[in-house]
């Protein structure tokens, strides 16, 4: 069975210092992972994906993740925070095979501190 | 460019009453569409995804269901809502294709009184 598991429900780092939203897997095979933002009252936004290739994947406001196979990881990460960045964050995974749907991560949210 | 309209936006309906939440896709042709529910503000749950007009696949139980009439619309739907049936209800799309992202609507909230 595919799972995803965001360990922190809430994460706070100062404005400007570097952060991370940790986020790890299970599923058979390759797979495809995804990272999510939502503001309050809106959708998801697509942040940035990993299929294949380069771990280091960067995505969309300078976020960047990094898949690790060994580790079952694929850490979301910006190297300045802003506040503006404040939101709920969803990591998500899709079987390479057989699946039409994204497993989500219970999400973590951050709050950037001016 | 591809765009994804949901509606209404938020909805107060009394329980028992009928329900209707629409939602079309434009810019893109056959896509996979999806019906989520979002609860507390966190974990989202699949309720029904769709891969072509009138498939609809069910992911769980429920009070709710769900059809697609034309290509890119997508239409949630209860004969009798119940107070658990409140939340915010998430249209998606996406290509064919595991590897393909799946591309968000704004939400709707529900609320059953």
């Known amino acids: 069975a595919q799972s995803v598991a965001q360990p922190e429900d809430q994460v706070n780092v100062a404005e400007g210092n570097p952060l991370t939203v940790k986020c790890t897997y299970s599923?058979?095979?390759?797979?495809?992972l995804f990272w999510y933002v939502q503001y309050p009252n809106r959708g998801l936004q697509f942040l940035l994906k990993?299929?294949?290739?380069?771990?280091l994947v960067k995505g969309s406001y300078g976020f960047e993740a990094e898949f690790n196979k060994s580790q079952t990881s694929f850490h979301l990460k910006k190297p300045s925070a802003l506040v503006s960045d404040s939101a709920l964050y969803f990591c998500?995974?899709?079987?390479?095979?057989?699946?039409?749907?994204?497993?989500f991560g219970t999400g973590t949210r951050l709050t950037v501190i001016p | 460019s591809q765009t994804i309209h949901q509606w209404p936006a938020t909805l107060v309906q009394p329980v028992g009453s009928p329900l209707s939440l629409e939602c079309t896709v434009e810019?893109?042709?056959?896509?996979?569409l999806y019906w989520y529910r979002q609860a507390a503000g966190r974990g989202l749950q699949l309720l029904f995804y769709?891969?072509?007009?009138?498939?609809i696949s069910s992911e769980v139980p429920q009070n709710l269901s769900a059809s697609r009439p034309q290509d890119r619309q997508f239409i949630l739907s209860s004969k009798k809502l119940l107070l658990s049936d409140s939340g915010f209800y998430l249209c998606?799309?996406?290509?064919?294709?595991?590897?393909?992202?799946?591309?968000f609507g704004e939400g709707s909230w529900l609320t059953v009184v």
């Open positions: 990993y299929i294949t290739g380069d771990n």
């Open positions: 599923v058979s095979g390759n797979p495809y």
């Open positions: 998606a799309w996406s290509v064919h294709g595991s590897g393909n992202t799946i591309y």
């Open positions: 769709s891969v072509g007009i009138g498939q």
């Open positions: 998500a995974v899709r079987p390479p095979t057989g699946a039409n749907n994204l497993f």
């Open positions: 810019g893109t042709s056959n896509p996979n």
